[in-house]
């Protein structure tokens, strides 16, 4: 019914920048929120970054200031741009959408996609 697909993962240098995209697609009615999850190896899955229809993202304190999350809305896609990117910023990146689906009324549904990975290594 929903698909939700992530691209943009790569091996990448200290110092250096990625661009994540996320797509939601299928018999979707509205999308309230897109998020950006992480996991590591060894640790458990964190947010990253989150957005709120018509509301201010919000950031894990480890990626403020370097990462930022947008969205488009015609297009159901949600971006993390990643920045001065650190070795412990390593990880599978997970992307969620909250969402209506079309004639199941205002209900929310979470799915997510089936993740990218980011490697910061010199």
């Known amino acids: 019914q929903v698909q939700v697909v992530e691209s943009g993962g790569d091996l990448v240098q200290p110092g250096g920048s990625l661009r994540l995209s996320c797509a939601a697609s299928?018999?979707?009615?509205?999308?309230?929120?897109m998020g950006w999850y992480r996991e590591a190896p060894g640790k458990q899955r964190e947010l990253v970054a989150r957005?709120?229809?018509?509301?201010?993202?919000n950031y894990a304190d480890s990626v403020k200031g370097r990462f930022t999350i947008s969205r488009d809305n015609a297009k159901n896609t949600v971006y993390l741009q990643m920045n001065s990117l650190k070795p412990e910023d390593t990880a599978v990146y997970y992307c969620?959408?909250?969402?209506?689906?079309?004639?199941?009324?205002?209900?929310?549904?979470?799915?997510w996609g089936q993740g990218t990975r980011v490697t910061v290594s010199a």
């Open positions: 299928g018999s979707i009615f509205s999308i309230s929120a």
């Open positions: 969620n959408a909250d969402l209506a689906l079309v004639g199941r009324g205002p209900n929310q549904y979470r799915y």
């Open positions: 957005i709120i229809s018509g509301g201010t993202p």
